[in-house]
């Protein structure tokens, strides 16, 4: 028997069953699938997306976009102010996303510690299954040279006396292709897609790909199934067929807006009610320069460098972390302010063109409490999230802080993507334009690759939906296994993180599972 199944394929409803039913393929999904199978369990992982293999990935963006990202890359807030980067493929962001592999920062499970009563330390000490994922997914430290575009990075930090770090990556192999958004052609990243899911299958688990999850049936405090239906060519659900599923145990992978979105669905209790609330983004600003030289940030690896030297602030401003992204034609194209001549006038430089980001470090003040993921009129999530004050203060200081770092680092044009930027040709120029800017949504561009919360822990059930084992408070046999269940942003990539707890998290589930 064949250990996936595309449930486009069905021709009729189906009935199954399973010891451990898991939501979801990415980072959460993929690895209790592997921790649960090992266990002797039978496991049933869904995806909503399809199952691809290296054979299917071709480095081109046109493929790629509408294939493996949630609705074709083209995922936005509810006012559309701002873009979220989200995968929707088996292995989920981690056959996607570019690498960087960081464990979760000190100030953030210290601030979790206050005000939620999460104390990862002593028995729930995160360090060992950090130490686990990093073994298994080969996160280390990347040892080739930057490639152009993080060598910005680095210069500039250097000539300005700033923290900088080499990134850690889950690679293998890796050709420094620099493609790792469209998929990995040769299996290098360590992806769920090549690591823990086919370890998984080959221990019995089985696969369903192209399967929406609607929403689970509940009594009590238990859940007693999933209702199911499979998606058509274009990922919408369809209703002519209906797979109705049961288990013992219920894991909820499905990321911080598609999980919170099934539990909205399904109507599930919600006395401290902030089940979809308090979903960060990282809200992303993007700066782009032009050097003499060729800087070619296609090519290489997508990230090997950051900065922290911003994401601490001392005081109650925001903090944002310092990073490179790609720079693929596409991704720019839709990215790069101005049109006409202006826009190709920019795209014709498209080689000597460097990017860099700051991520907005959003949950830790009272004006940065994050958005809210509803239904609309066909039961589908979207994220209502507000740009307040606080954070455009921030955005504006992200901006100044990549600005001064590229031209540092030899630039000889900065061009912040805001609409009303243009090319400026030294640090103190771009200083003074930038201060005047507008920080207003639809004129300055706002991005983000990393969602969070939604379904957040707590110890104490009046603010959380979760416990600190990912347990849902009020339905003793679901458990979720994403980043949804973060109670702030990080202040780093989350991918590590949700590796780490949830290796952590099945360990306990085990424990528990053994002595019912």
């Given at each position: 028997?064949?250990?996936?199944?595309?449930?486009?394929?069905?021709?009729?409803?189906?009935?199954?069953?399973?010891?451990?039913?898991?939501?979801?393929?990415?980072?959460?999904?993929?690895?209790?699938?592997?921790?649960?199978a090992q266990a002797g369990l039978k496991v049933l992982l869904l995806e909503e997306g399809a199952y691809y293999t290296h054979d299917d990935f071709v480095m081109e963006e046109r493929w790629a976009y509408p294939n493996l990202y949630q609705e074709g890359a083209g995922r936005k807030t509810r006012d559309q102010a701002i873009s979220i980067l989200q995968g929707r493929t088996v292995g989920g962001s981690t056959t996607v996303n570019w690498t960087t592999s960081i464990r979760t920062p000190q100030p953030t499970l210290d601030?979790?510690?206050?005000?939620?009563?999460?104390?990862?330390?002593?028995?729930?000490?995160?360090?060992?299954?950090?130490?686990?994922?990093?073994?298994?997914?080969?996160?280390?430290?990347?040892?080739?040279?930057?490639?152009?575009?993080?060598?910005?990075?680095?210069?500039?930090?250097?000539?300005?006396?700033?923290?900088?770090?080499?990134?850690?990556?889950?690679?293998?192999g890796c050709a420094n292709l620099g493609y790792c958004g469209m998929g990995c052609p040769i299996n290098g990243k360590q992806s769920m897609l090549v690591s823990t899911i086919p370890a998984a299958l080959a221990l019995g688990a089985m696969l369903i790909s192209r399967l929406s999850v609607r929403k689970f049936t509940w009594q009590g405090d238990s859940i007693s199934g999933i209702d199911a239906v499979p998606v058509n060519q274009y990922f919408q659900p369809r209703n002519d067929i209906r797979i109705g599923i049961k288990?013992?145990?219920?894991?909820?992978?499905?990321?911080?807006?598609?999980?919170?979105?099934?539990?909205?669905?399904?109507?599930?209790?919600?006395?401290?009610?902030?089940?979809?609330?308090?979903?960060?983004?990282?809200?992303?600003?993007?700066?782009?320069?032009?050097?003499?030289?060729?800087?070619?940030?296609?090519?290489?690896?997508?990230?090997?460098?950051?900065?922290?030297?911003?994401?601490?602030?001392?005081?109650?401003?925001?903090?944002?972390?310092?990073?490179?992204?790609?720079?693929?034609?596409?991704?720019?194209?839709?990215?790069?302010?101005?049109?006409?001549?202006?826009?190709?006038?920019?795209?014709?430089?498209?080689?000597?063109?460097?990017?860099?980001?700051?991520?907005?470090?959003?949950?830790?003040?009272?004006?940065?409490?994050?958005?809210?993921?509803?239904?609309?009129?066909?039961?589908?999530?979207?994220?209502?999230?507000?740009?307040?004050?606080?954070?455009?203060?921030?955005?504006?200081?992200?901006?100044?802080?990549?600005?001064?770092?590229?031209?540092?680092?030899?630039?000889?044009?900065?061009?912040?993507?805001?609409?009303?930027?243009?090319?400026?040709?030294?640090?103190?120029?771009?200083?003074?334009?930038?201060?005047?800017?507008?920080?207003?949504?639809?004129?300055?561009?706002?991005?983000?690759?990393?969602?969070?919360?939604?379904?957040?822990?707590?110890?104490?059930?009046?603010?959380?939906?979760?416990?600190?084992?990912?347990?849902?408070?009020?339905?003793?046999?679901?458990?979720?296994?994403?980043?949804?269940?973060?109670?702030?942003?990080?202040?780093?990539?989350?991918?590590?993180?949700?590796?780490?707890?949830?290796?952590?998290?099945?360990?306990?589930?085990?424990?528990?599972?053994?002595?019912?």
């Amino acid at each position: 028997m064949t250990q996936h199944i595309d449930a486009s394929q069905f021709t009729e409803d189906q009935h199954l069953e399973a010891d451990i039913v898991i939501i979801g393929s990415g980072a959460g999904g993929g690895i209790a699938a592997e921790q649960l199978a090992q266990a002797g369990l039978k496991v049933l992982l869904l995806e909503e997306g399809a199952y691809y293999t290296h054979d299917d990935f071709v480095m081109e963006e046109r493929w790629a976009y509408p294939n493996l990202y949630q609705e074709g890359a083209g995922r936005k807030t509810r006012d559309q102010a701002i873009s979220i980067l989200q995968g929707r493929t088996v292995g989920g962001s981690t056959t996607v996303n570019w690498t960087t592999s960081i464990r979760t920062p000190q100030p953030t499970l210290d601030y979790w510690q206050s005000e939620f009563g999460l104390n990862f330390s002593a028995s729930n000490d995160l360090t060992p299954y950090f130490v686990k994922a990093e073994q298994r997914l080969n996160i280390r430290p990347w040892p080739v040279p930057p490639n152009g575009n993080n060598s910005v990075i680095k210069r500039g930090c250097e000539a300005l006396g700033w923290q900088h770090t080499i990134i850690s990556r889950n690679v293998n192999g890796c050709a420094n292709l620099g493609y790792c958004g469209m998929g990995c052609p040769i299996n290098g990243k360590q992806s769920m897609l090549v690591s823990t899911i086919p370890a998984a299958l080959a221990l019995g688990a089985m696969l369903i790909s192209r399967l929406s999850v609607r929403k689970f049936t509940w009594q009590g405090d238990s859940i007693s199934g999933i209702d199911a239906v499979p998606v058509n060519q274009y990922f919408q659900p369809r209703n002519d067929i209906r797979i109705g599923i049961k288990a013992k145990h219920y894991i909820l992978a499905a990321g911080a807006i598609g999980s919170p979105a099934i539990l909205l669905r399904s109507k599930v209790p919600d006395p401290s009610g902030r089940l979809g609330k308090h979903t960060y983004l990282h809200p992303s600003l993007v700066s782009g320069a032009l050097f003499t030289e060729a800087i070619n940030g296609h090519a290489g690896a997508p990230q090997s460098v950051y900065s922290d030297q911003f994401v601490w602030p001392d005081g109650s401003d925001i903090g944002y972390k310092l990073e490179a992204a790609p720079v693929h034609p596409v991704l720019m194209a839709t990215k790069l302010t101005g049109s006409g001549q202006q826009h190709a006038a920019l795209m014709q430089q498209f080689n000597q063109l460097q990017v860099t980001i700051a991520l907005l470090r959003d949950g830790f003040h009272p004006q940065s409490q994050g958005g809210g993921v509803m239904l609309d009129s066909q039961q589908q999530p979207v994220l209502d999230y507000p740009l307040t004050d606080y954070l455009w203060q921030g955005a504006r200081r992200a901006l100044l802080s990549m600005a001064e770092l590229q031209f540092a680092a030899g630039a000889r044009q900065v061009l912040p993507i805001h609409h009303d930027a243009r090319l400026y040709n030294s640090w103190r120029e771009a200083k003074v334009a930038i201060n005047n800017l507008p920080m207003q949504k639809y004129r300055q561009t706002v991005a983000s690759a990393h969602v969070m919360g939604g379904c957040n822990m707590s110890v104490d059930p009046a603010k959380g939906v979760v416990n600190q084992q990912g347990r849902h408070h009020q339905l003793h046999n679901l458990s979720i296994f994403d980043g949804s269940i973060l109670p702030t942003s990080l202040g780093a990539n989350p991918q590590l993180t949700i590796y780490g707890m949830t290796w952590l998290n099945c360990q306990r589930l085990l424990s528990e599972l053994a002595k019912a």
